[in-house]
């Protein structure tokens, strides 16, 4: 019954315990092979319907609207529907997973013997494993690891088997899949494929999210998926892909589930396995080919010292209590259920669903207080940011916000008005570079100022803003941290205005730019190295595009970039008054409550 | 069910009813549940099959599904305290009017007391405590056609409230008298005017008086060998014009219809005049169907007086049957097949696994002997999932025989065992008494209630769980200490959906306003249906307790179109009880 499951005490095994706990100290003292062998009694869903992963196929086959897709697909490319069908087996046969207890026991056994060598400590939060615990009982449930290393997937099944945790299916790139034997041992320890890109496939993208949401729909196993689509090569979180976020709300929306529970997890490395190739690859060297042979050569990785790891199992996020009140699912009252096509989007909610995942990641690390961190203003971004979890990067400037302190008696008073305007430009311009939530802005403003106030480094009133004398060097310290973002977006458009013909291609861009900076630097005009990261890049790029100073022209199959100069150049003119006294005030503020809204 | 004999009309004191009911509860005096001297449970009085018998097994399902104890009792005030019923707000102008025009009138507390309320939970609770609110100033006893024309006539004159009152089962806030209404309030009641006018055999019609009670109506035809084959589940109680008013259902609709299908002719007083159509034709096309104004109008428009009903020959034969299904989705699944097939029998209704169980344990009701049991578990029947559907058949009996036999195919293909015939009609009988079993949660701490929808058959399973599952959430987040009961069960198959029945009750005990906390969730559980697909009511009405969805109901236009038809028939607002709009 329902009700009792719901009033039943937490799990009898489990005690609570604070903070971390290093599980490869009891791997070191017992048997390895005992230990893949041992008895795996997970957790389950209370509303599980047992089904084995061969049904799931027939399931999805079966199901309501990949049988309207694929009448709809037939009906309008002419093949008979029964080819369709077929098409629609093959694609569900290459992207199913085909999760076996015993590979699974293979890789415990193996990673056992991995991690040891690798890591110094493997560090989990035991009472995000209880909440966990709890979460799986109730609803389904989807869990958004961080994506730095081809390890975190490794180590998610891991740590689930090990807390005797329904083991997840895993989203992943279909990429893997060209490794020999090692995409197929993936696949049965409950990875399944997509392509990377099948934007206008209709049938493909019906398939793929039958077969997510009818694993959902009947608990089959936890969902687990990379926000963040790609590893993150510069360690900041990246903005989410929300296709698959669409996907796994969708069942609630519908009325098809009570509730889902996403349950953030953030992984953090202290040295990543593929630092070296990251770096590269931000230079502009092309990321190698998965492969096996690749794979086995990586093997040297394994004489290295990686430090300690990470996992931190954050807080469930319910899709009932985070839409609640702003979703009317009544909307979808007067439309057959078969039909997604028609439906309202909830991208929104998907990002707000992230913002409140990293957002507790930010909680948890300032909580942990990671020790040995600093922003080493100085050196190179690219390494600095290399070295740290992306999400320790963000934490690291907040305790340096609060620790700063400053006896100059300088008084500056700004417009308010001012001060929003520039925030709004910032945020803008910024929107690829960071995660913000469209149509927040003033709401994130006024949290900035809040948090500022609180600081006593600013003082609010209806019309200006007051900085305190001790406040000023924090301003400084916040609007510096965001220096090299700037900075880097002004090389760019100043390399647009300066640099560009008429016959640029969108392939040409990056390397072109990439020389560009490396010119400044060696002439010694620029100091940011950042400027070299391919992402800040085509980050800055995408910004532009978007704000109208360049659009996309198809000539034959190339794509070339056409330039607006004169919305360039005042786009450089408002990023590059920071540099003007008269507006410094300002800009130093907005920028601090940038950095502080994101 | 044995209904009483009641005396015929003419010989009828204006209060009778009231005499043999009870004044804060379910039903009649005579009948209610007690736990006795042993802690049994018994139900008294000789009205139903029921009445006499000791049901041992109650206690424990009882105390073991609320967490309630029979030391722990909570009594309802033994008797009304006339001296809480505010004066009444007499119009004396009216009160003359009336009295010269020969109507009976009255202005006893009792009187008034008994016609303010409907069988909501806060209704019920408030009397049993003896809290009473705004009640009606006065009542008024028409026993014709004309008295109501002459009543309606001189409350225009001199602007008085009228509220009209028929059974007083209303589960809607209809009856409760709006707070802010200042006029002396009138509740009219159509208790005398309960005469079968005329029955045409030729036509098949009956015209009879709106005040009859379900019952009496019932009785006097099948003595003439028809029926009307209406039987809402408030038969006992409920009126003719409360049918009307509120769009009632019953369970052969099946066979015979809703109320909507069975009407020919309605007459309704008005303070414009009288509304009616000019002829007995089956069917018309004389733009909208004004019947459907006055069909769910729940009483803002004016009085039902006279209605013409379709009637049948009594059946030749019924039949009750059972089935038992290995889980509620196998249920919905073989009761959806059925609607496909259209063939459902007079009547099918599906319980849950809850329900089972509380059949199963306190009445013994499913009396599942041991070699059925045994073959059930052999064929991997779990009893913490079994589900059981009920049937009615009626008929003449090859037809009847044939009829079951197509329905018990159906319901093997879904993994159904019939389960005898006993088991269903017990399931009915239960109907009758499950109402009266909520007076006796009350005498123990705890509180319930039902509540209905109708939905898609797509959405009926997710409807279902989303909504017991909100229930109980809902009653943990408001600090209810054990778990609710919270179960559902489907009673009407339609071409394109289906009617379902949510029952909820929880023990109070701990809450210091255990009305307010039940009707928040309500409230949210009312939210999940509409979220899930589900209709703002399938034939309760709206009353004033559902009104606040009624513009996402019908759309703003919508409303806006009953709220012009009110602005002509009553820009007084003679008709004050504020439902609906």
Not at chain 1, 430 to 438: D, G, M, R, T, V
Not at chain 2, 265 to 289: A, F, N, Q, W, Y
Not at chain 2, 430 to 456: C, Q
Not at chain 2, 465 to 488: D, F, Y
Request: net charge neutral.
């Amino acid at each position: 019954m329902a009700s009792r499951a719901l009033y039943s005490p937490r799990h009898p095994m489990l005690k609570k315990r604070d903070g971390f706990e290093d599980i490869l100290e009891e791997r070191r003292r017992s048997s390895d092979l005992r230990y893949a062998l041992r008895c795996y009694t997970p957790t389950l869903y209370k509303g599980l319907v047992p089904c084995k992963a061969s049904m799931l196929k027939s399931i999805v086959l079966q199901s309501d609207h990949l049988q309207y897709v694929i009448k709809q697909v037939s009906s309008e490319s002419g093949d008979r529907t029964e080819c369709v069908a077929e098409e629609a087996s093959l694609i569900l046969d290459e992207m199913a997973h085909r999760l076996q207890l015993s590979t699974v026991r293979f890789f415990a056994f193996m990673l056992n013997k991995a991690f040891k060598r690798l890591f110094r400590s493997v560090c989990v939060n035991e009472e995000g494993i209880q909440r966990l615990q709890q979460a799986v009982q109730e609803h389904p449930v989807v869990l958004l690891p961080s994506h730095r290393s081809y390890m975190d997937f490794l180590m998610m099944s891991y740590l689930l088997y090990m807390y005797d945790l329904p083991l997840p299916v895993i989203a992943a790139g279909m990429d893997f899949m060209s490794m020999k034997f090692v995409g197929e041992m993936l696949r049965m320890s409950g990875a399944f494929f997509i392509r990377r890109s099948f934007g206008g496939d209709k049938l493909y993208w019906a398939v793929f999210s039958e077969y997510v949401k009818t694993m959902l729909r009947n608990g089959y196993a936890p969902i687990e998926f990379f926000l963040e689509g790609t590893r993150s090569r510069t360690c900041k979180s990246l903005t989410p892909k929300t296709g698959l976020l669409n996907i796994v709300m969708e069942p609630f929306f519908k009325g098809e589930l009570f509730d889902v529970n996403l349950v953030p997890v953030s992984i953090s490395y202290e040295r990543i396995l593929e630092e070296s190739l990251y770096a590269r690859e931000l230079l502009g060297i092309p990321k190698p080919k998965e492969s096996t042979s690749g794979l086995l050569k990586a093997r040297r990785v394994l004489s290295e010292d990686y430090g300690s790891m990470y996992v931190y199992f954050g807080h469930p996020v319910s899709v009932r209590s985070l839409t609640e009140g702003k979703i009317t699912r009544s909307q979808y009252n007067l439309l057959p259920r078969y039909d997604t096509c028609n439906q309202p989007r909830s991208e929104c909610f998907a990002l707000k669903a992230y913002i409140i995942h990293t957002k507790h990641l930010n909680v948890f690390l300032s909580q942990q207080g990671f020790k040995g961190f600093c922003f080493p203003f100085g050196e190179p971004c690219l390494s600095s940011s290399r070295t740290l979890g992306g999400q320790a990067w963000r934490s690291a400037r907040r305790q340096f916000f609060s620790g700063l302190v400053d006896f100059t008696n300088h008084k500056a008073i700004c417009v308010l008005d001012d001060v929003y305007n520039c925030f709004n430009f910032l945020r803008n311009m910024f929107s690829n570079e960071f995660i913000l939530c469209p149509g927040d802005s003033v709401q994130d403003f006024e949290e900035a100022c809040y948090l500022l106030m609180k600081r006593g480094v600013l003082q609010v009133s209806e019309h200006e803003i007051v900085m305190s004398a001790s406040g000023h060097s924090t301003l400084a310290f916040l609007s510096s941290v965001l220096d090299p973002f700037l900075q880097g977006y002004q090389v760019v458009s100043r390399y647009l205005c300066e640099e560009t013909n008429e016959n640029l291609t969108e392939k040409e861009f990056i390397p072109a730019v990439r020389n560009f900076a490396l010119k400044l630097i060696l002439a010694g005009r620029l100091k940011c190295y950042e400027a070299l990261s391919s992402d800040l890049q085509k980050n800055a790029l995408a910004a532009f595009l978007r704000l109208k100073g360049v659009r996309k022209v198809k000539v034959g199959d190339q794509v070339t970039l056409k330039v607006n100069k004169i919305a360039v150049n005042s786009l450089e003119d408002t990023l590059g008054k920071s540099d003007v006294i008269s507006y410094q005030n300002s800009w130093c503020s907005s920028m601090a409550m940038f950095e502080i809204a994101i | 069910v044995c209904f009483e004999s009641s005396p015929t009309a003419g010989a009828r004191s204006l209060s009778l009813r009231q005499e043999i009911m009870k004044w804060n509860g379910w039903g009649y005096s005579d009948s209610r549940f007690l736990f006795n001297k042993k802690g049994q449970a018994e139900f008294t009085g000789k009205r139903y099959r029921l009445s006499g018998l000791i049901l041992p097994s109650l206690k424990d399902w009882f105390e073991g599904t609320f967490g309630a104890n029979l030391q722990h009792r909570s009594p309802a005030t033994p008797s009304l305290n006339l001296s809480a019923v505010a004066p009444p707000n007499l119009n004396q102008p009216f009160v003359e009017d009336l009295k010269a025009a020969g109507l009976a009138v009255s202005h006893d507390p009792e009187d008034r007391v008994f016609r303010a309320h409907g069988h909501c939970l806060h209704e019920v609770f408030a009397l049993r405590e003896g809290r009473i609110g705004r009640v009606p100033d006065m009542v008024v006893w028409p026993s014709c056609h004309s008295d109501v024309e002459k009543i309606v006539e001189l409350a225009c004159k001199h602007n008085v409230c009228l509220i009209p009152y028929g059974g007083g089962t209303s589960v809607s806030s209809a009856l409760e008298c709006p707070r802010e209404e200042t006029r002396s309030i009138v509740s009219l009641d159509t208790s005398q005017m309960s005469r079968i006018l005329w029955i045409d055999e030729k036509n098949l019609t009956a015209h009879v008086e709106a005040g009859i009670i379900g019952q009496d109506l019932e009785r006097q035809l099948n003595e003439r060998g028809y029926c009307t084959g209406h039987e809402p589940d408030s038969m006992e109680f409920s009126s003719l014009g409360g049918w009307v008013a509120t769009r009632a259902s019953g369970m052969k609709k099946n066979i015979y219809g809703n109320i909507e299908d069975l009407v020919v002719h309605i007459k309704m007083v008005t303070p414009r005049g009288v509304i009616e159509k000019s002829c007995l034709g089956p069917r018309m096309s004389t733009g909208p169907d004004i019947h459907h104004f006055i069909l769910g109008s729940e009483g803002t428009l004016g009085v039902v007086t006279e209605v013409t009903l379709k009637i049948r020959p009594i059946p030749e034969y019924q039949k009750y049957g059972s089935v038992v299904f290995p889980n509620f989705q196998q249920g919905v699944a073989c009761l959806r097949e059925v609607a496909r097939q259209r063939c459902a029998p007079a009547s099918i209704r599906l319980m849950d696994n809850e329900q089972f169980q509380f059949g199963e344990f306190c009445f013994s009701l499913i009396l599942l002997n041991f070699f059925l049991l045994k073959n059930f578990c052999f064929k991997g029947f779990d009893p913490q999932h079994l589900c059981v559907a009920t049937l009615l058949f009626e008929g003449d009996r090859g037809k009847v025989l044939q009829h079951e036999k197509q329905v018990y195919d159906i319901a093997a293909k879904f993994g159904g065992l019939a389960a005898g015939e006993d088991n269903g009609q017990r399931g009915y009988m239960l109907t009758f008494v499950i109402a009266y079993l909520r007076d006796l949660g009350m005498d123990y701490y705890v509180i319930g209630e039902s509540f209905e929808t109708s939905v898609p058959w797509d959405r009926v399973l997710d409807l279902c769980r989303n909504v017991k599952e909100r229930i109980v959430r809902e009653c943990k987040e408001r600090g209810v200490q054990c778990p609710p009961l919270s179960t559902s069960r489907v009673t009407q198959t339609y071409d394109a959906g289906a009617c379902v029945y949510f029952y909820f009750a929880f023990n109070y005990r701990g809450l210091s306003d255990p009305v307010h906390v039940y009707e928040q969730v309500e409230h949210a559980a009312r939210e999940e249906i509409l979220a899930n697909g589900g209709s703002l009511s399938h034939h309760h009405g709206v009353g004033k307790l559902r009104k606040e969805w009624m513009k996402e109901s019908v759309s703003g236009v919508g409303l806006g179109m009953l709220k012009s038809v009110k602005e002509y028939v009553d820009p007084q607002n003679i008709f004050g009880n504020r439902n609906l709009l």
